[in-house]
Nanobody
Framework: QVQLVESGGGLVQPGGSLRLSCVAS????????MNWYRQAPGKERELVAT????????NYASFVKGRFTISRDNSAKSVYLHMDSLKPDDTAAYYC???????????????WGQGTQVSVSL
């Protein structure tokens, strides 16, 4: 079955950086567009970034453009999110999944991972 395991979150001060990882299994990762999403308490889950199957074409939500970088390693079945210049508004649980179509189709997999918590605070 599909498994998505996110890691790398933590507590960081404003302006700091983090690198999130998502290891995938149970599907053909190299053929899957991959997304990072986030969900803050009391808010709906939102799309953060998208990367194509070969890691060349990327798409970002306006609120992270220029600060976050998505990448992938198909040999490791992993997708990454490097986050710079973090702001308190970036505080959320971060998840990965694959969209049904580029870049913002409904997530293909109903079984989300546990997510990784990012907290930005002094």
């Amino acid at each position: 079955q599909v498994q998505l395991v996110e890691s790398g979150g933590g507590l960081v001060q404003p302006g700091g950086s983090l690198r999130l990882s998502c290891v995938a299994s149970g599907f053909t990762f190299s053929r899957a567009t991959m997304n990072w999403y986030r969900q803050a308490p009391g808010k709906e889950r939102e799309l953060v970034a998208t990367v194509d199957t070969v890691g060349q074409t990327k798409n970002y939500a306006s609120f992270v453009k220029g600060r976050f970088t998505i990448s992938r390693d198909n040999s490791a079945k992993s997708v990454y999110l490097h986050m710079d210049s973090l702001k308190p508004d970036d505080t959320a649980a971060y998840y990965c999944n694959s969209p049904s179509w580029w870049p913002s189709g409904p997530p293909r997999f109903g079984s989300w991972g546990q997510g990784t918590q990012v907290s930005v605070s002094l």
